[in-house]
């Protein structure tokens, strides 16, 4: 697989290429989906920072699961249908019937990782488990996010094949950057997604001419100097804004989409506590990052309540899957701690999540001293 089996340079290298519109992209992204949320997702606007501040986590745990590279490209051009329809085939089991799954997994899964996180978040809001779907809805944000990077879904993900080795990076990192600033925009009016496959396959479809697009703007660049100038930068973004800043519109309000479309076929749940009658974000805790993080042994983690609650403290792994539930009790308003000793679970990122009916609060560790 010419995206993972790589020597420790090349992958070191590629790790850097292939991390679609950078931090700040994905958070731009991720957080401008709330321009969308129509009435009826008033409540999701409590998962905006969530959203923002976990928009990286599917970048950030490819170190960690071996199986996480392939979700965020799909190498569409290496497919002869396309070439010769336009299309391919749009189901992960027609596609492994016919091209193979050694041969689907070499030119990336991005599109049915999606669907799986769309899936997963639907499922997690029909059954009420706000925790997860938050994690969930964060991924879903990436992935799509990632359909909107032109370079992540053309075997020429990095310029290599036509003479324009190191755009990737130089485009969705260096430029974006320097220029996120200016990437301003609205939101649309959404409406329930009727078939959650094709729309996502229509997205790609859609994107995929704006390769040429990002090519030809890095061919222009490099008249007014090398890439690693300012000139080079200033033309990079000049040429290309036109279309990046309505590939950005167009991601976020597709995730609002898609965080609508499953909040709906989920049944519709509020996102208030039915007992408290208190929104899920409103806070009567204060959750500390845990310490040291990343930690090879045990990590100390602080927390404040503001009165006397009950306290559900869990760690989640990046399936979204409990590992260890650390506090379940009802304790007094003041400053409390906590220790984790993960024992034997895997090396990784985490979540740790603190629930207190009222609030839930969120933090990521990455545990290093694992099996």
């Known amino acids: 697989m010419k995206k993972l089996f790589l ?21 731009k992204i991720s957080q401008s989906s709330a321009l969308s949320f129509n009435l009826q997702m008033q409540d999701f606007q409590t998962w905006v920072g969530f959203l923002r501040d976990h928009a990286s986590d599917a970048d950030n745990r490819k170190g960690a699961d071996p199986t996480e590279g392939p979700k965020h490209y799909i190498d569409i051009d290496n497919y002869s249908e396309f070439l010769t329809n336009g299309r391919i085939p749009q189901t992960l ?113 859609t994107n995929y001419p704006y390769v040429d697009s990002v090519l030809m703007a890095d061919t222009y660049a490099k008249t007014f100097g090398g890439t690693s100038s300012s000139a080079y930068k ?73 009165e006397d609650c009950k306290v559900l403290m869990q760690v989640f792994d990046i399936n979204g899957i409990s590992v260890a539930t650390l506090i379940n009790d009802t304790l007094p308003e003041g400053r409390h701690s906590c220790k984790w000793t993960p024992g034997h679970v895997p090396s990784g990122l985490y979540y740790l999540v603190l629930n207190t009916g009222k609030y839930i609060q969120v933090k990521k560790m990455v545990y290093t001293g694992g099996i």
């Open 93 to 205: 089991d027609s596609a492994n019937a016919i091209h193979t799954s050694a041969f689907v997994l070499e030119n990336g899964t991005l599109p049915w990782a999606t669907i799986n996180s769309f899936d997963s978040l639907r499922n997690c809001l029909q059954r009420h488990d706000f925790v997860k779907a938050q994690i969930f809805a964060a991924d879903l944000g990436h992935y799509v996010a990632d359909g909107h990077m032109p370079l992540h879904i053309t075997k020429n993900y990095n310029g290599q094949l036509t003479g324009t080795t190191g755009i990737h990076s130089r485009f969705e990192s260096t430029m974006i950057n320097a220029y996120v600033s200016q990437i301003t925009y609205t939101g649309d009016s959404i409406v329930e997604i009727s078939d959650v496959n094709q729309y996502i396959f229509n997205y790609l479809y």
């Open 7 to 27: 020597s420790s340079i090349a992958l070191l290298t590629l790790s850097v290429i292939i991390i679609s519109w950078g931090g700040a992209g994905h958070s």
């Open 234 to 306: 200033s033309a990079l973004w000049a040429k290309s804004k036109s279309f990046t800043i309505p590939l950005f519109k167009r991601a976020s309000h597709a995730l609002a989409e898609l965080i609508y479309t499953a909040w709906v076929q989920a049944g519709s749940p509020s996102l208030i506590n039915t007992t408290t009658g208190f929104p899920l974000a409103l806070s009567n805790a204060s959750l500390e990052q845990n310490s040291p993080n990343p930690f090879t042994a045990t990590s100390l983690i602080n927390y404040t309540l503001n």
